[in-house]
């Protein structure tokens, strides 16, 4: 195994910056071999020729590598403080301080799904002989319905929009039911202002085309003929200097509308994509159109809002006892 501080060729990691990777050499040249001094090369030179094989090889999208990169960056952290090797008994150490520090399952989960696929590259490329995850069994995750707003109350949003970009933001986020991040990187050419459908780029860098709402498009129009900023980049939404508009723009601008529109639950961007699920399915929308409008890989995922809509589940089962002849009385 190998222990933290240590690079190949190079000083302490804390005293230089990892070398600039050269893709197309990496992709040209043998695997590395195994040597007694190869297991022990240093983590964040390893670390970033990792993220580069993520980023270049399998096409993950930035915001899923900066993730990659936290979750591992945070374990080496600990590990150099540690002074003990990437082992499996340590790494269990590592998860149990974790949960010591209140962490969330969900977090724990992803934070050793991270760390696996580090360390399975490794052995892959022959840095490692053995994988230090392997036999820990993922934390019990807990079951969370999502938290989403009525019908009503995402009209009250709207309402209280006092801008055409705000108004415009909401309409997409609900309307369309994209992910801040899907919104934020969204160019003013993947709408379809004839078809009134837009092209957005999701998880794994997978694009999918989904349907927009009158309201929503006349949301969009306004906005662009109200706005005044100028535009150094293709950007549907940009800031007062014209750079694109960030994340966290997005949440403020969302709870800012929240509070105006009287609402008092928790919430975030992400609440007006539960809400557009629930609200698909309990109008009678089926499960696999809603699957492929949010771009859910696994219907699995999608199954979840079916909890959350008990009507769609009520239609669902007297539709099958009607098919079988049995429908129940009322």
């Known amino acids: 195994m190998y222990k933290p501080g240590e690079r190949r060729g190079v000083g302490n990691h804390a005293d230089s910056a990892p070398a600039p990777v050269n893709k197309a050499s990496k992709r040209n040249s043998p695997a590395p071999q195994m040597t007694p001094d190869r297991p022990r090369a ?6 970033e020729d990792y993220l580069d094989f993520l980023y270049a090889e399998r096409g993950l999208s930035t915001n899923t590598v900066k993730a990659y990169r936290s979750d591992i960056c945070a374990f080496i952290v600990w590990l150099t403080a540690d002074g003990g090797d990437a082992n499996r008994q340590t790494l269990a150490r590592y998860l149990k301080d974790l949960r010591c520090r209140k962490q969330k399952s969900s977090s724990i989960a ?16 022959r840095l490692l002989e053995e994988d230090p995850s392997e036999g820990l069994e993922n934390p019990q995750r807990e079951k969370r ?18 801008t055409a970009r705000d108004r415009a ?13 899907e919104l934020t990187n969204l160019d003013v050419r993947d ?9 957005c780029t999701g998880k794994g860098s997978k694009e999918r085309i989904v349907p927009v709402g ?12 109200e706005c005044s900023t100028p535009r150094h980049s293709s950007a549907m939404f940009s800031d007062r200097s014209g750079k694109r508009l960030s994340r966290l723009v997005v949440w403020q601008v969302v709870k800012r509308l929240a509070r105006k529109a ?13 809400s557009f699920a629930t609200h698909l399915l309990e109008r009678g929308a089926d499960l696999r159109v809603v699957q492929e409008l949010l771009g859910h890989s696994n219907v699995v995922t999608t199954q979840l809002y079916t909890h959350v809509s008990r009507g769609h589940l009520r239609r669902v089962y007297e539709n099958a006892q009607s098919q079988l002849g049995n429908t129940p009385s009322t």
């Open 42 to 47: 240093g983590l964040y030179r390893t670390l």
């Open 262 to 274: 009287g609402i008092t639950k928790s919430l975030s961007p992400h609440t007006l994509r539960h």
């Open 110 to 125: 992803r934070t050793l799904s991270s760390l696996r696929g580090w360390f399975s590259w490794q052995r892959s490329v």
């Open 191 to 199: 709408v379809n202002f004839t078809q009134g459908s837009l092209r």
């Open 214 to 225: 009158s309201h929503a498009i006349s949301a969009i129009r306004l906005y662009l003929e």
């Open 145 to 162: 319905l999502p938290r989403v707003l009525s019908e009503a109350e995402v009209l009250s949003m709207i309402a209280s929009a006092g």
């Open 169 to 181: 933001i909401v309409e997409l986020l609900y309307g369309a039911g994209l992910r801040v991040s």
